[in-house]
């Protein structure tokens, strides 16, 4: 059995992993819901549009599912203060999410201008929804969220939605929304052709630049932002207690890790430099390089986030003390242990599987295969 130190920090790693599964499977999906209402001008093209993601979106729930049951194994503590301090901003998440699966399947159903059209409009919200609001509370977790423990372990959350709504929060949310709109646009061009595949590409390139712009703005912010800092000594392997230590905020400590470790400054390099090459990709009509280099840049500015905020999970902002870390926010050894031999077993049979339905139903959605196929496509 591997060391509880170990465990905690592979932990780290794979709910890491698994969120950037999630961001980069489902978010091509939801970006490519954003782009609906305004890429396709006719109900035939909007046929295409669904259909490029509608045989897939449903497994690709599998990452969201996935991660959020991994946060409640893996780190119990934070999934209970999390889902109680955003519970209205997770409700938001659901409520959005709710437009998707009747929105793929009863929206051809019916053929009515208005019918159709309000379905369209589903999808966009259940598309840009979610990416903005997990923008706002990655945002929320760099600012410190306002929660505590009592003597107990019991968490106690003191803020509000609308302070979530704070201006670096939203401008996080911007960088969010337009990641996965970028890459859900490289992602379409990949699977069409024509006036479809021009007019993603005219938005692809705006959507990217919004992304590293607004990833530049965040990251100047978050180098003034006073950081956190575990102050007493830290027994990594020691049982999780969140109250067990003392945390001092200083101005920049976000930056802290990149200091001690100058070879991290490669993981915020890669968002720009990744992005910047994935909008050149699409610029030269070489799509499906340009969905890779999304990909690479969605991996360096969720890790950005991730690296900079490392060891702590979710801080808090009305007791330092009481911020959950890597260290202390986790499970018991053995539950640690038998969750990654599951891992180790089903994450290559999810990773096969999603493989195989992507190679199986690869290729261009174009007009003509819509027109063929009018009574079984999306």
């Known amino acids: 059995m591997l060391d509880y130190e170990t465990l905690k920090i592979i932990w780290w790693l794979l709910i890491g992993v698994l969120l950037l599964g999630f961001a980069i499977m489902d978010g091509h ?10 890429v396709g001008k006719n109900d035939t093209e909007r046929r295409v549009i669904i259909n490029t993601v509608g045989p897939h979106w449903d497994g690709n729930q599998v990452w969201f599912i996935t991660g959020g049951g991994a946060i409640f194994a893996a780190w119990p503590l934070v999934y209970a203060t999390a889902f109680s301090g955003f519970y209205w901003a997770m409700m938001v998440v659901l409520w959005a999410l709710f437009f998707r699966p009747v929105g793929f399947d009863y929206r051809s159903k019916i053929n009515n201008p208005t019918w159709r059209r309000t379905w369209d409009w589903g999808l966009f919200v259940g598309g840009v929804v979610p990416p903005l609001i997990f923008g706002v509370a990655f945002g929320n977790l760099l600012l410190g969220v306002p929660f505590h423990f009592d003597d107990t372990l019991m968490s106690h959350y003191t ?8 201006p670096f929060a939203l401008l996080a949310g911007v960088v969010s929304s337009a990641m996965i709109t970028f890459h859900g646009a490289n992602y379409l061009m990949h699977r069409t052709e024509g006036d479809i595949f021009n007019r993603t590409r005219k938005v692809a390139l705006v959507a990217g630049a919004v992304m590293v712009v607004a990833f530049l703005a965040a990251g100047l912010w978050v180098a003034n932002l006073p950081g956190y800092v575990i102050t007493s000594p830290v027994d990594a392997g020691g049982l999780p207690d969140p109250l067990a230590k003392s945390v001092a905020m200083e101005a920049g400590a976000w930056l802290n890790n990149y200091r001690s470790h100058g070879l991290l400054w490669l993981v915020p390099a890669l968002g720009v430099a990744a992005g910047l090459l994935s909008m050149a990709l699409g610029a030269m009509r070489r799509p499906l390089a340009a969905f890779v280099a999304s990909s690479l840049s969605m991996t360096g500015i969720i890790g950005t986030a991730g690296v900079s905020l490392f060891p702590f999970i979710m801080p808090s902002s009305s007791d330092p003390r009481s911020s ?37 139903m690869a290729g261009k959605v174009t007009v003509k295969f819509i027109e063929t196929h009018d009574k079984a496509a999306y």
């Open 29 to 38: 999906d939801m970006g490519v819901g954003t782009l609906l209402p305004f």
């Open 159 to 166: 803020g509000s939605f609308w302070a979530l709504l704070n």
């Open 324 to 360: 959950l870390t890597v260290w202390d926010g986790v499970s018991s050894q053995l539950t640690l242990s038998i969750m990654l031999w599951a891992t180790l077993i089903f994450m290559p049979l999810i990773v096969f599987y999603t493989s195989w339905a992507y190679r199986m």
